[in-house]
């Protein structure tokens, strides 16, 4: 490659590589192209450099393709996973997966029910009034619960109003739902008040979602299957996953997500107007991360 | 990811506009190592490139509905992360070009086998990086990919002229490496010397020690 550069003289300098470039691309005018094409015929090194150019673009042609590393579809699938579905109206504030697992264990605050000893634990209390307002007599309370319950592994646990609504969580509509969700708590009134206190011999899981297992129609109106969840699975789940300092949830319910069990969690955001909404495996049977979608919707 | 989705492109970006919400991830899924290529080649840095992708993807799942249909859904897709990666290194661009390791006595080039292709490969990964992002982006859509000038021109929203002077020079600037490579003994400053020399060293004879 010579270092000469006077494509207007090509029989007394050499071609660069520069000008063999622009001539193999056409960017040469008239002029400066029959000079370069001139001085080609007679100078074997030139020449030989030209003729680098197609072994070059042979080679980038060639190079082996890149697979994607596993790692990189993983995370990629999870940011895409955690975006809302497409609307027109598009409603739910999103944040990436990663971002709320992170937040989960550094935000102060999160976490459901905090015992007295520091041990969290979920005492799943079901509020069927969400799917049938109106039959005063199917709202449980955790100390109705309590007194019919059974609690066969004796821990004593704080309780937490939950509801098993079986509504069909979304992505487009979550910020409505959860808004009917933690809206509906109210009109059940004080006998959804968390009960909390390691004293209390509050129900077992076991018993309160058991007794609502029959089909049951949701807030949103659609027939879901009963649940087919461990309770006390899903307690341990929750418990673990959610850690412990004690905010109250604004809500919990059963429903699913994407056509799986799911339990809805709200806690109240930083901010009052939003709220931070997880969606948990209930079971925590998945293999991966319990946490199907984390989303911060407005109340 | 481990059903393919029979549908098309064009449909799946479709049902992802339409809400179903497992349409996008299978479109992106499907192409996802081309993708990976050209983010990998056009950024040079594979952090870079998973940003690059991942803020390219999720624009391209929320503007889904501004896709046309003038043009193929990979194009578009491959529009959006070449963008992503050239917005990513000019906001990097303070930081300053890392280059690869040297060439190490682990992986000499091998003089008997100079267009040993992962070799060769290597190389021109290498040299890539070196070449100014604008001139990179060009040839890796152009050369690497195999875009025509008008096609790369549209991904990279620039005049067609503008395509082929940036290939032009990335071009020049890799034709002396190659030349280099595929005759190692013979540095292009000294005129063609004896073929035995060429053949019983192992490296150039201007090589340093």
Redesign the interface.
Known sequence: ?SQHHDPVHPDSDHL???V???L????LDETSAAHAEHHLTHCADCAA?RD??P???D???????????EQ??Q???A???A?P???PE?SATVVPLEAARKRRWTRPGIGLVAGAAGVALLGAIVVPSVMNSGNDSSVGTASDTAASGRAPNQVPMAAYAATQSGTKY???ALDSQVTQLVEARPRVNGDTELVTGSGTPAATPSESIRATTEPTESATGQKVAPMATDPAAAQACLVGYLQAPDVQPLAIDIGTW?GEPAAIIVLPNADPELADVFVLDPTCAGPGDPLFYFATVSR | ?TVEDPRPDAELLAA??????TA??SL??RH??????VA??TTGD?ED??DA??DA??KA??S??SFRGDAQVTTWLHRIVVNACLDRMRRAKSRPTVPLPEHDSAHPIEPSDPLG?RE??WE??RALRTLPDDQRAA?VLI??E?YSVEEAAQLLDIPT?TV??R???A??????L??HL?NPPEP?DVPVSDERSAHLTDRPPGAQP
């Open positions: 490659m660069t590589a520069e063999l470039a622009d193999g691309m056409g960017l450099l680098q150019f072994a070059l673009v080679a980038l042609a060639e190079l082996p393709s890149e697979q994607m590393p990189v579809w995370r990629l699938s940011a895409l996973a975006e579905v497409v609307t598009g979304q992505e487009a994407r | 990811m992802h506009v339409s809400g179903d919400p996008f991830t992106v899924g996802r190592d081309r993708l990976w290529a990998l080649r594979p490139a998973a992708l991942q993807l999720l799942h929320r889904a509905d292709r060769l490969a021109i990964d040839l050369d690497v195999g002229g082929k002077s290939c032009a020079r071009r020049a600037k890799l034709v002396p190659l030349d595929r292009d």
